[in-house]
């Protein structure tokens, strides 16, 4: 099999797990596309096979931390802690859209309905405020709009030092402040508006 090896602290424990299983002879003809450094690193440590990405690539099977799971659609938030400029969360969702079936590892209490927190959402750096500003207006009383920087904390346009992802995007997390009354539908939303590369909603996937 082919396995996409998510990020987050679970999926480490996933990683570490399938290594000392390929070590045991437990299992075998096994190989790896880690979706982040951290879990190339983490799979490297694990003796696991791996493999870049490529558009060909046939994933038989991939599993991720999510940070909240709408119950009954299944759509799942991803990135809203641990992405930081050397991490991509377009090549994480292209590997997890890519697979033949996807696990989210996620809290028990993180599974519900009439979600809240943030979402976040990849922009282009040139002309980003115009496009949070548009983000801005579409949930307008629902949520707010922060940069996010790359160190510390900072106000909503993410300081002197603004996160920057390794294509040179931009991030920032709509914050909602009331609940989200359909994930799918606010992802819909952001594919919409020019300027967004991607977001942290992965929905209708096996």
Known sequence: MVIGLGSGQ???????YLGRQLQAGTIKDVV???????????????GIPLDQYQDSSQIDFAFVDADIIEEGTLTAVIGRQRLQGVESLVQEKTILKAAGKL??????????????????VIIK???????????????????EVWRRPSIGHAGPLGGDFPLVTKEGHNVIDVIFTS????????ADSLDQ??????????????
């Open 32 to 46: 790896g596309i880690p979706t982040s450094v951290d879990s190339a690193s983490e799979a490297a440590k694990a």
């Open 125 to 143: 750096s040139f002309n980003w405020m115009a496009t949070a500003e548009e983000i801005d207006d579409l949930f307008l009383g629902d949520a």
């Open 103 to 120: 696990v989210f590892i996620v809290m028990g209490k993180m599974y519900k309905c009439g979600l809240d927190g943030s979402i976040p």
């Open 193 to 206: 508006i020019e300027g967004v590369v991607a977001h942290g909603v992965i929905s209708r996937i096996p």
């Open 179 to 186: 609940p989200i009354p359909s994930l799918a539908e606010v």
């Open 10 to 16: 679970a999926s480490g424990l996933a990683i570490q």
